[in-house]
């Protein structure tokens, strides 16, 4: 089944920032492919947005090719080679900021130069100049800070003005900045130069990889210049369910893709009535539970996984699964948090460590009795052991949110956008005469 929005037929970009947005359909305008620009949304987000997306994080695409095969595209970074228990000795836990928290390849840069692989295949042919050129320009010539950037500025000030390079970047006047406020980042704009002229490769085994690693050698990381240098995205077969409204696909280990596919089976199967009754907010719940109590059983490096994610989206595994969920139980209550924030900086002067953290509150013992959890072999603690891909865990809602969508002809599956954080709204949307794919 193929899902088009009511016009703009021959293309859309959306993304949550209209700047990136525009850098989209410019580039739709200019007669590249949806892949190229999501490459330019990418990078405009981490001029426009950072607090939210930048090119020290990772970063995950779902492409879907003119053939109808869906294939996902991953960038995770690998823990630092020094990224041992002996360096955390005397740590509870590891830290959430400083050069500790800087402990993974920034592979978000890599995930880009993998997607323009395939948009050549695709017929992709314009100059990463062109692609990187908006973003450039915003964070040279300056950007206007929005409420949320001003929000979770002011309210993490204490643990990132001390960090190298934070204040001089995103404070104003040594305060956190007001909305409106015009900010530049002349080290990201001259960063994204060196990559238009030298090549993507150039951040990992160039001068740009150079440099950030001589930089997180100064601050301690676990991170070497051999890790930058080792550092490649990768292709693999994306994990799909099939559902009434169609089939939905969802990025494998180390993503949180398994949950949420997961969750949308399972809730389909309890057959929710009314919106937010009882009924709707109790299957969420509870579907919510059971693919999380699962995620952390199942989901880790995907060298390490105790067993094919696959399994646990085969229509029988969900069928059961959704037998388990008792329509009237009890609804005990669970807190849950979570937070990403691209620019709270991890120690480097550059600030694009995006530590991935969460906090989650236990729930409340039951009233009723508790289904058992899947009989499924438990791996070793997930620790953040050398060269292994960590857990991705951006959001507490079960999965990854799409930073942006390109698409031409064909569009991606109809989706409920959360807004974004305050002051940001929904994803703006622009029109474009191209199409493509339609990259996460």
Not at 52 to 79: P, T
Not at 297 to 322: G, K, N, Q, S, Y
Not at 363 to 375: D, K
Request: net charge positive.
């Amino acid at each position: 089944m193929e899902l088009h929005t009511a016009g703009h037929r021959r293309g859309v970009a959306a993304a949550p920032h209209h700047a990136a947005a525009e850098a989209g359909r410019a580039v739709l305008a200019e007669g590249g492919n949806a892949i190229e620009a999501m490459v330019a949304m990418a990078a405009t987000i981490a001029a426009v947005y950072p607090h939210m997306n930048h090119i020290g994080g990772d970063g995950f695409w779902l492409v879907r090719e003119r053939s109808g095969r869906v294939r996902a595209v991953m960038a995770a970074g690998r823990a630092g080679a020094r990224a041992s228990r002996e360096l955390y000795a005397g740590h509870d836990a590891i830290p959430a900021r400083g050069p500790l928290a800087a402990l993974t390849v920034p592979g978000a840069v890599g995930g880009w130069a993998l997607a323009l692989e395939l948009a050549k295949h695709q017929g992709g042919r314009l100059p990463l100049d062109l692609l990187l050129g908006a973003a450039i320009r915003r964070a040279r010539e300056g950007y206007v800070v929005t409420r949320s950037q001003a929000r979770l500025t002011t309210d993490h000030l204490a643990e990132l003005k001390d960090a190298p390079g934070f204040a001089q970047i995103f404070l104003a006047d040594g305060k956190p900045p007001e909305a409106g406020t015009t900010l530049r980042q002349a080290a990201l704009a001259a960063t994204l130069e060196q990559l238009a002229r030298a090549g993507l490769d150039d951040f990992y085994r160039g001068d740009v990889g150079h440099e950030l690693a001589a930089d997180l050698a100064r601050i301690g990381s676990p991170v070497t210049r051999a890790d930058l240098t080792r550092h490649r995205a990768s292709l693999a077969e994306p994990l799909s369910v099939t559902l009434a409204t169609g089939t939905l696909y969802n990025t494998p280990p180390p993503t949180q893709g398994l949950a949420s596919l997961m969750i949308l089976a399972l809730f389909e199967r309890l057959r929710a009535g009314q919106p937010e009754s009882f009924e709707h907010v109790h299957g969420l719940v509870e579907a919510t539970k059971r693919a999380f109590r699962l995620r952390d059983r199942i989901v880790t490096d995907p060298a390490a996984l105790p067993a094919p994610p696959e399994r646990f989206l085969d229509r029988t595994f969900l069928d059961a699964e959704a037998q388990k969920i008792r329509p009237r139980g009890v609804l005990h209550p669970v807190a849950l948090l979570g937070v990403r924030l691209g620019l709270r900086a991890a120690g480097d002067r550059r600030p694009d460590a995006e530590p991935r953290r969460e906090l989650f509150a236990r729930p409340r013992r039951p009233q009723c009795a508790r289904a058992q959890p899947p009989a499924v072999p438990h791996p070793q603690p997930r620790t953040r052991r050398p060269q292994r891909r960590p857990h991705d865990r951006l959001w507490g809602d079960g999965g990854r949110r799409p930073t942006a969508v390109a698409s031409r002809a064909v569009q991606p599956p109809r989706a409920l956008w959360p807004a974004a954080r305050a002051g940001d709204r929904r994803p703006a949307l622009a029109a474009g005469p191209h199409l493509g794919l339609a990259p996460h």
